[in-house]
Each structure stands twice: as C-alpha cells, then as structure tokens.
C-alpha cells in the first residue's frame, strides 16, 4: 500500500479520477451513511470523496450524521434560553483558572492566537458526562449544571455522544485514507477531552472597529463538527486564498480539520483558517447562534508526525507534543490560561 505521501504525489501529478474534482468555490459535500453502508465500493468512494476534500480545502459538509432533527432544535432551544439569562446569572457559572474549558465565558474574553481584540462573542462548554464516565473523574474536570434550566444539562449531554459517535466514525474514514488501521483513532478519542461549545454572538451595538464576531483562526483540535448555524457569517479560506462561505442545511454539519491532525499529518490534512464576519450594518440587531463539536484526544495522545509523512525532501514540520501540553499551549495564545 502506498503512503500517505505517496498518494499525495499521485493524486498531484493529475491521475485522478475527475470524479473527486474540487471546485475551490465550494465546500463538498458527502454522507456518512456511505461509510457504514454494506457496500464495500460505497465505502471507499466515501474515504477518498472526504480525504481529497480536506486535502483540497480542509472543510466539507457531511449528511447522514447521528445527531437528529429534534435534538438539534432541543439544542439550540435551550442555548437561546441560557444566553436570555441575566449576567449576573450567566456570569455565577464562569470558572476561575478554569480555563473556560467549562461552563460559562463571558463576552470579548476570547481572541483569535495574536490578536488583543476579543471576539464579539459569549460561549458555554460542555465536556464529557463525567456522571454517566466515573472512570473519568480524575483527568476531566465536571460539567456545570445550570440550576435554572432544567433540561439544559441534559440536552447538551446528549447531543455531545451523537456528534462524538459522529466525529469517530469520520475519523475512521481518513485513518483509511491515510493507510492506517480504520480503528487507529479509536483508543485515542475514547474518552478523550472533547468540547460541545455553544457561542452566542450578541447583536452588535456599536461600532465594532476592529472587533469581528470570530477573526480568522484554525481550530486546535482533530476535527470540529458544527451544526448548522443560526445565522450566516462563517467564512473559509480556501486554498487560493480566497475567502469562501461555508454554508449547511439544519440536516447537514460543516467539517474542518484541526491543528492536532495537522500534525499528526505533518500538514497532509492542514487545517483551514475560518472566521465568523460581522454581518451588514443593518442585521447588527440580530443575535447568531452556533454550536461546534471540537474533537479532542485523550491528553497522554502523541501528535508526533507519521514517520511516513516526512522524507529527506518533505521535511518534518513539527516538534514531538502531547495533546494535553499541546492544547495548554493554544489556550494560552487564545487568552484563556495565563502565563
């Protein structure tokens, strides 16, 4: 079998079959049901239909996900009742020194790694379900419970375990494309560090000057799978450098790679700038909701390069890390830990 270099060379020397073309316009799209279909050809169009496309442009829309219709609307249901919630309230559940990697961040307290204007943004996360994976308890911190909301807790943790069911089988998907074992991710993301996030972006109020709801960034993680948007405004840079929008139906979610699979790779898959833009002047008044799934590791996970992506001519392009040492790094460019 070819490596994961070797196919890349292949697939530049212009042997490919045209039916995987990217239009640098557009982000593809795919359905995860081919993956799990009995048809083995089916199967394997899928993994080089999504391989070449987070090659290409590094985002992609995916149907046949495992988060349903209802629990979707559940969702967004309730994260529009929390952020109604006075900030006196929304602000009892901000975790000091914690990293806002639980509960309650408030707004303007992200920033994109190297810039000082915070992001035009609130947000809350959920991690693992620590009630229902006691043998987590002593690596993750626990899930805040919103006392005034009773189904808030509940909802999120369950649309966590669909996008994490989801997430695992596309990462099944590339472990194919790359030549691994189609299991190789699996010890790794079970019961790894992973993030539901729910952003409010308020209604702009004023003048933002140099303040954009999300300025371009890359995301840390493997993969990040996001609903479908309540509002417009997520932006892709592809690779001509040119900014596209990223757009998904409520049936479909949008797919980017992350910089621990960059790694990982040593930028077979690069992840892919993206931002949130502010809207026109005159839809200032109105509120965008959005939920990404950020798919982490189990922090102990090396994200050392594949000794098959680097040669005498395609250099390594990055040091040795773990993905606990990695993560602690890129919170602290984002603002979130400090120094």
């Not at 229902?132 to 909802?155: D, Q």
């Not at 966590?160 to 494309?177: G, H, M, N, S, Y």
């Not at 209604?203 to 993969?223: C, F, Q, Y």
């Not at 200032?284 to 680097?310: A, D, K, Q």
């Amino acid at each position: 079998m070819r490596s994961a270099v070797a196919f890349l060379i292949y697939y530049k020397s212009g042997s490919m079959d045209p039916l995987f073309f990217i239009e640098m316009n557009n982000i593809p799209k795919a359905n995860l049901e081919d993956f799990t279909s009995k048809n083995s050809k089916t199967k394997k169009l899928f993994v080089k239909k999504i391989g070449i496309a987070f090659q290409e442009i590094g985002f992609l829309v995916l149907k046949g996900h495992f988060l349903s219709s209802s629990l979707q609307e559940n969702l967004y249901k309730e994260i529009r009742d929390f952020f109604n919630l006075s900030d006196e309230i929304k602000s009892s559940y901000e975790i000091k020194d914690g990293g806002s990697q639980r509960g309650y961040t408030g707004f303007g307290k992200e920033s994109a790694a190297g810039r000082s204007v915070g992001d035009l943004k609130e947000f809350w996360h959920f991690g693992q379900d620590l009630n229902t994976k006691k043998y987590l308890k002593k690596k993750y911190a626990e899930n805040i419970k919103v006392k005034e909301l009773k189904n808030f807790n509940h909802v999120g943790n369950l649309a966590f375990l669909e996008l994490e069911r989801t997430a695992k089988l596309v990462l099944r998907a590339l472990a194919i494309f790359l030549n691994l074992d189609e299991f190789y991710f699996d010890k790794f993301v079970d019961g790894g560090n992973s993030i539901l996030r729910a952003i409010h972006y308020p209604p702009i109020k004023e003048n933002p000057k140099e303040a954009e709801r999300a300025a371009a960034h890359s995301d840390i993680n493997l993969i990040t799978l996001l609903m479908g948007a309540q509002g417009g405004g997520l932006q892709v840079l592809n690779r001509k450098n040119q900014w596209i929008e990223a757009v998904a139906e409520k049936d479909e979610l949008i797919i980017n790679i992350g910089d621990m699979l960059s790694r990982l790779t040593n930028n077979f898959f690069p992840s892919t700038l993206h931002r949130v833009v502010n809207p026109p002047k005159k839809f200032w008044g109105s509120s965008r909701y959005s939920v990404p799934f950020f798919m982490h590791p189990i922090p102990e996970m090396p994200l050392n390069c594949l000794p098959y992506t680097y040669n005498k001519k395609n250099l390594k392009k990055y040091d040795d890390i773990l993905a606990g040492e990695f993560l602690n790094q890129r919170l602290k460019e984002l603002g979130l830990i400090k120094n």
